[in-house]
């Protein structure tokens, strides 16, 4: 015997198959999007923390340079102090670059900036510093001109060549993630391409190995019923269950064969018999016909009356049936009512509950805000500083006038000193430039300040009045979902009361339908009694009861049901 294949088999087989494209799928996208969160985990954890490392220590280098600045100017001990924290400051972040640098060019530029950064510190603080406490004004000119320009200008190349090192990794490692997405979204596009089309191709071919045999099973059984012929044989070349449909087919067949040619053979004698038996059909046939009519319009009304009963009986149990499962729907119905209320109410405790959280937090923010912008107002001291600073500079600007002026009365005595107060002159301008750019600079800060003020005050409003609504929105809707609950319980607790009493009347249709059946089995027992009778009249052709069971009739169609068929 041939192994069989179930079409369950194969209709898993091509469901294996796709599976196993749609998981290779699934697989590779997980293993591409691990390979861009591993890439943007380490910008976020490597590269980002580096980048804003290198744009500390350039800020820190800009107000170094302003802090001595300032001291050099106005000899404030506190720009000193300023000064000093800032170059620690710095020192500690590039020590953090050195050491947390992911290559080795990020490193050496780390390094070098460090050193330059440590020349122009160690120039401030041997040279200008020292030379500031002393009064040297000219030496302080001279050492900032000659030594403290050329290194802040290299250390400020070196920043930004460090910063462009660190945007151009940011960018690399970006346009890496990116081409990898979009590498993967072509990928994944092509490969869902050819799932489709496998998947296709898959149903195609399995739909043809089931149909195909079915086809041609349906053509053999057409063409045997058209021809009526009984030695038809299907042949269905299908290891499955279709395969095995059609043998056991063919063996019905056959075995209906075989019993028609019994039925022939026995129907040939039976017409033998039929002939020796008609004269006496002939005389008994007037009593047989007035007692099977009579039999014939009573059973029928029997047979009748009896399948209206198991009508109505199935009907009523099926109505029965289905008020019991409406009685029980109904009984769960009102259990999940039970359920809906009791979850309205922990939602509404839930909803006070998060509304007077959101109120306190608004409370707390509101105060903590109000402090801070009492604090930002601070930022209105500096422009009272750069003007203080703006009149220093314009007296400086007209010392230094009044002093090329004597000198110039002096002659050559006084060239020296001409050019000192030319360097004063110099400086105040510089100053007075410096100064106006911080107060448009301070009166962006103070315009910011005050954008963000409005906007932390319409902030506030937005949850003093929106959110609290929607609260209260909120606490309302859930009154209303408790409300609808209570009704829906009213609903389910009647629908149950009406299912009880419909229940009770289907048993009193129950208890007349029993009754129907007693009185059907009493026309039962009168159709006994004429059978009896019909009995009776039948002895009288006891000689012929062998005989007339085999009718002429019953053989001659039987006979002709039989040539039907071709055997």
């Known amino acids: 015997m041939k192994k069989r294949s179930s079409i369950m088999v194969k209709i898993f087989g091509g469901f294996i198959g796709i599976t196993l494209i749609a998981t290779v799928l699934l697989i590779f996208t997980l293993l591409k999007i691990h390979s861009m969160a591993v890439t943007a985990s380490d910008i976020n954890g490597s590269y980002l923390p580096l980048y804003k490392d290198t744009n500390q220590v350039t800020e820190n280098s800009a107000k170094v340079v302003a802090a001595l600045r300032g001291y050099v100017i106005t000899k404030d001990e506190s720009f000193v102090n300023q000064f000093t924290d800032l170059t620690e400051e710095s020192g500690a972040i590039f020590d953090k670059l050195i050491n947390s640098s992911v290559t080795k060019k990020g490193k050496e530029l ?69 081409k990898t997405a979009e590498m993967t979204q072509k990928i994944i596009i092509i490969a869902v391409i050819i799932f489709c089309v496998v998947a296709v191709i898959l149903s195609l071919l399995i739909s043809i190995m089931i149909i195909k045999p079915i ?28 395969g095995a449909m059609a043998e056991a087919l063919n063996r019905f067949i056959n075995k209906i064969r075989e019993s028609f040619h019994g039925v022939s053979d026995s129907a040939i004698l039976v017409d033998d018999s039929v002939k020796s038996v008609n004269e006496n059909i002939y005389r008994l046939n007037g009593y047989i016909e007035d007692i099977s009519a009579t039999t014939e319009e009573l059973s029928a009304g029997m ?77 209105t001291k500096i422009n009272e500083l750069a003007n203080g600073i703006l009149n220093i500079a314009s007296q400086t600007n007209l010392l230094a006038l009044n002093a090329s002026i004597e000198a110039a009365r002096a002659g050559d005595a006084g060239k020296g000193f001409a050019v000192v107060a030319g360097e004063i002159g110099n400086l105040a301008d510089e100053s007075t430039r410096t100064v106006n750019q911080m ?28 959110v609290v609504n929607d609260y209260q929105k909120m606490l309302k809707a859930t009154n209303e979902y408790t409300n609808d609950a209570n009704k829906v319980d009213e609903i389910v607790a009647d629908l149950s009361s009406t299912s009880q009493q419909l229940l009770a009347s289907i048993e009193n249709i129950t208890t007349a339908i029993s009754g129907v059946a007693i009185a059907t089995n009493e026309g039962a027992q009168g159709t006994t009694n004429i059978a009896g009778r019909a009995n009776e009249s039948s002895l009288e052709s006891s000689k012929t009861v062998v005989e007339t069971g085999k009718v002429k009739d019953a053989v001659d169609s039987l006979m002709t049901a039989v040539r039907l068929f071709k055997i």
């Open 110 to 178: 780390s390094k070098e900036s460090k050193e330059l950064n440590n020349a122009y510190v160690k120039i401030a603080t041997d040279s200008i510093i020292p030379a500031v406490k002393a009064g040297k004004d000219s030496e302080v000119l001279s050492v900032m001109r000659n030594q403290m320009v050329p290194a802040a200008e290299t250390l400020n190349k070196k920043l930004v060549e460090y910063k462009v090192f660190r945007e151009n990794q940011m960018s690399r490692l970006l346009e890496s993630s990116a």
């Open 303 to 379: 047979e009748e009356t009896s399948a209206s009963t198991e009508e109505v009986s199935a009907t009523v149990e099926e109505i029965n049936s289905a008020v019991q499962n409406v009685s029980q729907k109904a009984q769960d119905g009102a259990v999940t009512v039970d359920e809906i209320n009791n979850r309205a109410s922990a939602l509404r405790k839930d909803f006070e509950k998060a509304q007077q959280d959101a109120s306190n937090i608004r409370i707390q923010v509101q105060e903590k805000l109000e402090k801070s912008l009492e604090e930002s107002k601070a930022v």
């Open 215 to 242: 086809k041609i099973m349906h053509k053999g059984l057409l063409e045997a019923e058209k021809n009526n012929d009984l030695t038809c044989q299907i042949i269905v070349k299908s290891n499955d269950e279709i």
């Open 439 to 466: 107060q448009q600079i301070n009166q962006q800060v103070f315009n910011a300040v005050a954008n963000l003020s409005d906007n932390a005050k319409e902030l506030m409003q937005f949850v003093a009045v929106n």
